[in-house]
């Protein structure tokens, strides 16, 4: 039998914890934990938390946004942004001075790039 990727593996873990009652979860845990252990993938555990994670929030309806810009914004500016991505947002930022100005944001399965640095690359491919 071939292994599940470990999105996969936390789709099921997710499929079994969600009705679980609070006193069964535990046992619910061990025993895909031995699963797991048999399947021989035991060591993908973190991978397939991470995953089990981002998909929970997902089904919760909550988006995950991850701003980078070229130095430190505002919190009134983080909440401005977050707001376009729905009430439910969990925002992470980041630094990157490389981008020289402008914003990076990622979401789970789109980037949207107003960097200088790709305008200037754009600009430049453009001009050759």
């Given at each position: 039998?071939?292994?599940?990727?470990?999105?996969?593996?936390?789709?099921?873990?997710?499929?079994l914890?969600?009705?679980?009652k609070?006193?069964?979860?535990?046992?619910?845990?061990?025993n895909?934990?031995?699963f797991?252990?048999?399947e021989?993938?035991?060591?993908?555990?973190?991978?397939?938390?991470?995953?089990f994670i981002k998909?929970?929030?997902k089904q919760?309806?909550?988006?995950?946004i991850?701003?980078?810009s070229?130095?430190?914004i505002?919190?009134?500016?983080?909440?401005?942004?977050?707001?376009?991505?729905?009430e439910?947002?969990?925002?992470k930022?980041?630094?990157?001075?490389d981008i020289?100005?402008?914003?990076?944001?990622?979401?789970?399965d789109?980037?949207?790039?107003a960097?200088?640095?790709?305008?200037l690359?754009?600009?430049?491919?453009?001009?050759?």
């Open positions: 039998m071939s292994k599940l990727l470990p999105a996969q593996y936390a789709k099921i873990l997710f499929n914890t969600k009705d679980a609070k006193d069964d979860l535990e046992d619910v845990i061990k895909f934990f031995s797991l252990k048999k021989h993938v035991l060591k993908k555990a973190d991978y397939i938390i991470k995953e998909f929970s929030k919760e309806g909550i988006q995950e991850e701003i980078i070229s130095a430190k505002s919190n009134e500016k983080i909440k401005e942004i977050s707001k376009l991505f729905g439910k947002t969990e925002v930022t980041e630094i990157e001075p020289i100005g402008g914003l990076i944001i990622e979401t789970d789109t980037i949207l790039d960097s200088v640095k790709t305008q690359n754009k600009l430049k491919q453009h001009l050759l």
